[in-house]
């Protein structure tokens, strides 16, 4: 079962079932007969925006009145001043961002041990993913030993 995070106002928080597992959605074509706006002509990567507004409306962060602005956007061909709210449900970094990121995690961690506070409370507030992939090189290849050479070297 899918934890609710939001208000759903407009009653757009749809169940789909498939084998016998039911995953929770926020439609988009449900948005539209609620009178939210226009919004089958976004592309595909600002329709991820406008599900992210339906599922984390709280009526504070994100607010109905957000919604339908940014159904005008779409309608104005982007041009609207309101800014909105989008919370990923994770984030993703490569190396060169992301270990800086964990020094600096651990380096508050630090600072707040020293100051007498829990370590434990210093955390991302959304899931992140370190990836590494271009830092490493090999210099040995096509051979049996190739990586024991490149580890040793």
């Not at 607010?63 to 956007?73: M, R, Y």
């Not at 600096?104 to 100051?115: E, K, Q, Y």
């Not at 590494?132 to 090999?138: F, K, N, R, T, Y």
Request: glycine fraction near 10%; include cysteine.
């Amino acid at each position: 079962m899918s934890i609710i995070v939001g208000q759903d106002t407009a009653n757009t928080r749809k169940t789909l079932t498939v084998n016998g597992t039911s995953i929770a959605y926020y439609s988009i074509p449900a948005a539209e007969a609620a009178g939210l706006g226009t919004f089958s002509n976004l592309p595909a990567c600002l329709k991820v925006v406008l599900e992210n507004m339906l599922r984390f409306e709280d009526g504070k962060t994100v607010s109905v009145d957000d919604i339908k602005a940014f159904g005008t956007w779409g309608e104005n061909g982007g041009q609207n001043p309101r800014e909105i709210a989008y919370r990923p449900a994770r984030v993703l970094m490569q190396d060169f961002t992301g270990v800086p990121a964990v020094v600096d995690l651990a380096a508050m961690r630090d600072g707040i041990v020293a100051l007498g506070g829990d370590p434990e409370k210093i955390n991302p507030l959304n899931p992140v993913d370190l990836v590494i992939d271009h830092s490493v090189m090999i210099d040995e290849f096509g051979n049996p030993r190739a990586f024991q050479m490149n580890v040793d070297r």
